[in-house]
């Protein structure tokens, strides 16, 4: 089964892609009414933000690396 995206949400509802993710993201200026379907489509279709695409997107991954030299001398 194919993993749902923003853009299929986008198309099921009828709404743009930006406004499914102000939705997602939980912007203000958005209907109330806008939300609850958005949601719902969402709810139904089991979608899950991409968190490693979000955070490519946004150039941090919040990721830390942690180096430990175990070498003795």
């Given at each position: 089964?194919k993993?749902?995206?923003?853009?299929?949400?986008?198309?099921?509802?009828g709404?743009?892609?930006?406004?499914?993710?102000?939705v997602?993201?939980n912007?203000?200026?958005?209907r109330?009414?806008?939300?609850?379907?958005?949601?719902?489509v969402?709810?139904?279709h089991?979608?899950?933000?991409?968190?490693?695409a979000?955070?490519?997107?946004?150039?941090?991954t919040?990721?830390?690396?942690l180096?430990?030299?175990r070498?003795?001398g």
């Open positions: 089964m993993k749902v995206t923003i853009t299929d949400i986008a198309k099921l509802t709404y743009s892609i930006k406004t499914v993710s102000r997602i993201n912007a203000p200026n958005v109330e009414e806008t939300r609850r379907k958005i949601l719902q969402i709810e139904e089991n979608y899950s933000v991409n968190l490693l979000k955070a490519l997107r946004n150039s941090e919040r990721t830390v690396i180096f430990i030299d070498r003795r």
